[in-house]
């Protein structure tokens, strides 16, 4: 089934009277799901298989609580976080998420545009409807870092990641989790089976590397994301990670994606990854994992001290994000938010929901006696 495009997605012709009945991001899931026809907002809100880990993600937050702490001056309290030497005005980040254009005609350029307002770092996919360089143009002062796959094709892989640093991408996410890509029945029930036109994986100048047109037009699969199945190198191991590590510039920090074991965490940064990003990629690969935040302390207990924890998946409060960092990451972002909050409010949306994220970090901080990132320690959580 192609879709129909949403019939208004520009933030002009939005009503930015929506963006007042939203108060937290959930709120802007309960709308985008009004707004987007059935199987898009299917789409992007399923999980694969069971959709155990897609619950497991939310469940693995309501599993620690806070210890309020009191009298602790909290009047200049600050949420800089710094990444690799450089200063971002948030602990949470846009994790990188294909297809932006479902949702807003402006697509990654309106959500980099929004995380460079916010001063947060913008992580666009490989699988992007925009491409590197017009979404760098588009957001030239956004920090932005560039999500790469290993294709079939490592010279296809590796013009990729040079095109991004060329364009002024500061990182490289590595995503080693979709080796095969997780299967969403609710779009094979929906028949929601290819990009609908005019939008492109915009990366690829032409037909994608290491796959005929015929092949890839053949979309033969019964979910579109499993076409890009044919691109991806299944006999990658973690040498792949060491060959890109070497290839890149040595000030171009390489975070692998997609981490959710001690021992995988040990060998990212053994292969020369800089930091290791936990993520379950919101529930959409492997169904019946841990959700993301239990897998976290085993994995910061794996790396060398200091080494940059990322993650995402789940991550919908900013009790949440008090949470992840007590427990060891350095970061966290957010994607179906961002989905969410362009279908509802365009870029204005994402303003917003960078906005609600920032100011509930703030109170948690607040309350939980926390002036600054470095004071939200372990003893801040406990089990519920
Ligand atoms: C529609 C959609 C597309 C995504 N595309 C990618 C992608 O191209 N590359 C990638 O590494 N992760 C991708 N992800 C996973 C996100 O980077 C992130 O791990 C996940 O959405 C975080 O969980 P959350 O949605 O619960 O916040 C995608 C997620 C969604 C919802």
Aim: charged residues 20%; aromatic residues 6%.
């Amino acid at each position: 089934m192609l879709l129909r495009r949403v019939v208004t997605r520009t933030a002009s012709h939005r009503s930015l009277a929506t963006l007042d009945a939203v108060h937290n991001v959930d709120d802007f899931q309960r709308l985008a799901k009004d707004v987007l026809e059935r199987p898009l907002y299917e789409y992007l809100a399923s999980g694969s298989g069971d959709e155990v880990t897609l619950r497991e993600n939310r469940a693995a937050f309501g599993r620690y609580a806070l210890r309020p702490r009191a009298l602790r001056p909290v009047d200049a309290l600050s949420t800089t976080c710094e990444l690799f030497g450089n200063e971002l005005a948030l602990p949470v980040f846009a994790s990188p998420a294909g297809v932006h254009s479902l949702v807003d005609d402006e697509g990654e350029c309106a959500t980099a545009r929004a995380c460079g307002r916010a001063g947060v770092l913008f992580g666009l996919s490989q699988h992007a409807t925009v491409c590197i360089e017009d979404v760098a143009a588009a957001a030239p002062g956004a920090h932005r870092w560039f999500q790469s796959y290993l294709l079939k094709d490592r010279a296809a892989t590796l013009d990729l990641v040079r095109r991004a640093v060329a364009a002024g991408y500061r990182g490289v996410f590595l995503t080693v989790d979709s080796v095969r890509f997780g299967f969403r029945e609710v779009d094979a029930r929906n028949n929601f089976c290819a990009l609908p036109p005019p939008l492109t994986l915009a990366n690829y100048v032409a037909t994608p590397p290491g796959i005929g047109a015929a092949a890839w037009e053949a979309r033969e699969h019964r979910a579109w994301d499993q076409n890009s199945e044919a691109l991806f190198d299944t006999a990658a191991s973690w040498d792949a990670v060491s060959w890109l590590r070497e290839e890149l510039d040595p000030s171009i920090p390489l975070v692998v994606k997609g981490v959710m074991t001690g021992e995988d965490a040990a060998l990212a940064v053994a292969h020369g990854a800089d930091g290791v990003y936990v993520s379950t990629h919101g529930g959409r690969q492997l169904d019946e994992t841990l959700g993301a935040l239990d897998a976290l302390p085993e994995v910061a207990a794996a790396v060398p001290p200091g080494t940059p924890v990322l993650l995402d998946s789940g991550v919908r409060r900013g009790t949440d994000v008090v949470k992840a960092l007590a427990l060891g990451a350095t970061a966290v972002g957010v994607g179906k938010p961002l989905f969410f909050s362009l279908a509802v409010g365009g870029e204005r949306g994402v303003d917003k929901l960078f906005e609600i994220l920032a100011e509930e970090t703030r109170v948690a901080m607040a309350l939980t006696g926390c002036a600054s990132l470095a004071d939200i320690s372990a003893d801040v959580v406990c089990a519920r």
